[in-house]
């Protein structure tokens, strides 16, 4: 019998930001091998060093302070060659080496210069991250135009890069000539060839590096970038990221057979954020929400964190108008992008949703972050919390998510409302301190996804999380 390893996945089952890497942090021990199979730089997470300092993380998986574990970059993923230089700069100055135990799959594809360009000026209207992940992957699909090849791989560069950076430029120049831009080719391709040099030491020569891993024993745990409702396919199209976030895209970007899959832990908040435009039916205060969060004043957020904590808080929390209550309830969860300061839209937990997202990646266990925060719901006018268990949609009740996001966007969330607690959480660790009303809350959860509890979130540090 052969003594084969396993892998495990981590997804974010909302719009992102769910907290996916403080699970992945907690769990990594058990695994050999950390690994992403999507997205590129528009991901981000912050790591704690040990002094307490923090780095952010965008392409690197979770797991750098695991000295021997290997971290893997796979071929679902899109590589931005300058931004990961200085990612690895980074953590090498806060003493970590990546050396031998970092690997990025020969068939990832490239981030060009004329994607992140093409982005910068087409991705305003869906609120992208202005990283290029877009025309990367369209780039990606196109394969060829005309005799320009647009899909370059990491593999590509590494075994002819004289070839290959010749067919860079060749794009780059193209996007100058049609876009008639003002732009230095080449000082966009010196700087990416200086920062190829630095990374490339990192490059897998073998697509089946992974799967041989496993082969001999070794145990993956896929991390996800992005959240479920951005999938290109199976999110809120078109108001999503360019690839494929769910956990079946695990065993096509992630370089493994889906042979060797054993479970699926998805990561949900208490209370919702989604940044950027597109359907939100729990969203307090509906579209006067979405305008007011993606509302800018030359390039910089209207509304940013600091206009909006001048608030009278207390105020705002139990007006009883469902857009105030949002404000608080942002300002109390600090639901504002890390480096933007742009407010995230919040809304309350969507149980039609989450199930839609469970069912579709056979999520078997769950996560909820930010639990703790359900106890500001005592503070309301309705004093409950609410939890949306099914739509409405011209007149009827519905059970579903519609498709289009035309459709979503009229369709209306219909409210459950539970007892909460105004008791802290914040301090508890086991299940049995948790106030009784709470444990109810995680049980009618349980039995509304059909999903066992892996765990709730009760504040950010490390170990504010309550393990089932
Ligand atoms: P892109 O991935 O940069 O093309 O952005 C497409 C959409 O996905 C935008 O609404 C982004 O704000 C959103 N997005 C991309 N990456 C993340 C993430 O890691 N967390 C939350 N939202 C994201």
């Given at each position: 019998?052969s003594n084969?390893?396993?892998?495990?996945?981590?997804?974010?089952?909302?719009?992102?930001?769910?907290g996916k890497?403080?699970i992945?942090?907690m769990i990594?021990?058990?695994?050999?091998?950390?690994?992403?199979?999507?997205?590129?730089?528009?991901?981000?997470h912050?790591?704690?060093?040990?002094?307490g300092?923090?780095?952010?993380?965008n392409?690197?998986?979770s797991?750098?302070f695991?000295?021997?574990k290997?971290?893997?970059?796979?071929?679902?993923c899109?590589v931005?060659?300058?931004?990961?230089?200085?990612?690895?700069?980074?953590i090498?100055k806060?003493?970590i080496?990546l050396?031998?135990?970092?690997?990025?799959?020969?068939?990832?594809?490239?981030?060009q210069?004329?994607?992140?360009?093409?982005?910068?000026?087409?991705?305003?209207?869906?609120?992208?991250?202005?990283?290029?992940i877009?025309p990367?992957y369209?780039?990606?699909?196109?394969r060829?135009i005309i005799?320009?090849?647009t899909?370059?791989r990491?593999?590509?560069?590494?075994d002819n890069?004289?070839h290959?950076f010749t067919k860079?430029?060749?794009?780059?120049?193209?996007a100058?000539?049609i876009?008639?831009l003002?732009?230095?080719?080449d000082?966009?391709m010196?700087?990416m060839q200086n920062?190829?040099?630095?990374v490339k030491?990192?490059?897998?020569?073998?697509?089946?590096y992974?799967?041989?891993?496993?082969?001999a024993?070794?145990?993956?745990?896929f991390?996800?970038a992005q959240?479920?409702?951005?999938?290109?396919?199976?999110g809120?199209?078109p108001?999503?990221t360019s690839?494929n976030t769910i956990?079946?895209a695990?065993?096509?970007g992630?370089d493994?057979?889906p042979?060797y899959?054993?479970?699926?832990?998805?990561?949900?908040?208490?209370?919702?954020?989604r940044v950027?435009?597109?359907?939100?039916?729990?969203?307090f205060?509906g579209?006067?929400?979405?305008?007011?969060?993606m509302?800018?004043?030359?390039?910089?957020p209207?509304?940013g964190?600091?206009v909006?904590?001048?608030?009278?808080l207390?105020?705002h929390?139990?007006?009883?108008?469902?857009f105030?209550?949002?404000?608080?309830?942002r300002?109390?969860?600090?639901?504002?992008?890390?480096?933007?300061?742009r407010?995230?839209?919040v809304?309350?937990?969507d149980?039609v949703?989450?199930n839609?997202?469970i069912k579709?990646n056979g999520?078997?266990?769950?996560?909820?972050?930010?639990?703790?925060?359900l106890k500001?719901y005592?503070?309301t006018?309705k004093?409950?919390v609410?939890?949306?268990t099914?739509?409405k949609l011209?007149?009827?009740e519905?059970?579903?998510?519609?498709?289009s996001?035309s459709?979503y966007y009229?369709?209306?969330?219909?409210?459950?409302?539970?007892?909460?607690?105004?008791?802290?959480?914040?301090?508890?660790?086991?299940?049995?301190?948790?106030?009784?009303?709470m444990?109810?809350?995680v049980?009618?959860?349980?039995?509304a996804?059909?999903?066992?509890?892996f765990g709730i979130?009760?504040?950010?540090e490390?170990?504010?999380f309550v393990?089932?």
């Open positions: 019998m084969h390893g396993y892998s495990d996945i981590v997804i974010g089952l909302q719009y992102g930001d769910e890497a403080r992945v942090d990594a021990e058990e695994y050999d091998i950390i690994a992403r199979f999507n997205g590129g730089a528009n991901a981000g912050t790591v704690e060093t040990k002094d300092g923090k780095v952010a993380l392409q690197v998986p797991g750098i695991y000295p021997e290997i971290l893997y970059t796979g071929s679902g899109v931005n060659f300058e931004k990961l230089a200085v990612e690895i700069e980074k090498e806060i003493g080496s050396d031998g135990r970092f690997k990025i799959s020969p068939q990832a594809s490239v981030i210069p004329h994607h992140v360009i093409i982005d910068s000026m087409t991705g305003q209207s869906l609120g992208t991250t202005r990283n290029g877009g990367a369209a780039d990606r699909a196109n060829m005799d320009r090849l899909n370059i990491v593999g590509d560069l590494n890069p004289e290959y860079v430029r060749d794009n780059l120049v193209f100058v000539q876009g008639k003002e732009i230095d080719i000082d966009e010196n700087k920062a190829f040099e630095k030491k990192y490059i897998e020569v073998d697509p089946l992974l799967q041989k891993q496993v082969e024993g070794k145990n993956v745990l991390e996800g959240a479920v409702m951005l999938d290109v396919t199976k809120s199209v108001y999503v690839s956990a079946a695990a065993y096509t992630g493994l057979s042979q899959h054993r479970k699926t832990i998805g990561v949900a908040k208490a209370i919702m954020s950027g435009y597109g359907p939100f039916p729990s969203e205060g579209k006067k929400s979405e305008e007011h969060c509302a800018q004043d030359e390039g910089k209207k509304y964190r600091q909006e904590e001048e608030c009278d207390e105020k929390l139990s007006s009883g108008d469902e105030q209550m949002g404000v608080a309830l300002i109390l969860s600090g639901e504002y992008g890390v480096v933007s300061t407010p995230r839209r809304g309350a937990l149980l949703q989450l839609y997202a579709m999520v078997t266990e769950l996560a909820i972050n930010k639990f703790d925060l500001e005592s503070r006018a004093g409950q609410p939890l949306v099914s739509y011209n007149e009827k519905i059970d579903y998510m519609p498709a996001t459709t009229e369709t209306e969330a219909i409210y459950d409302y539970h007892e909460g607690s105004d008791q802290d959480l914040s301090t508890m660790t086991s299940p049995s301190e948790l106030p009784s009303e444990q109810d809350l049980t009618y959860i349980e039995k996804t059909g999903t066992k509890m979130g009760v504040g950010p490390r170990n504010q393990k089932f």
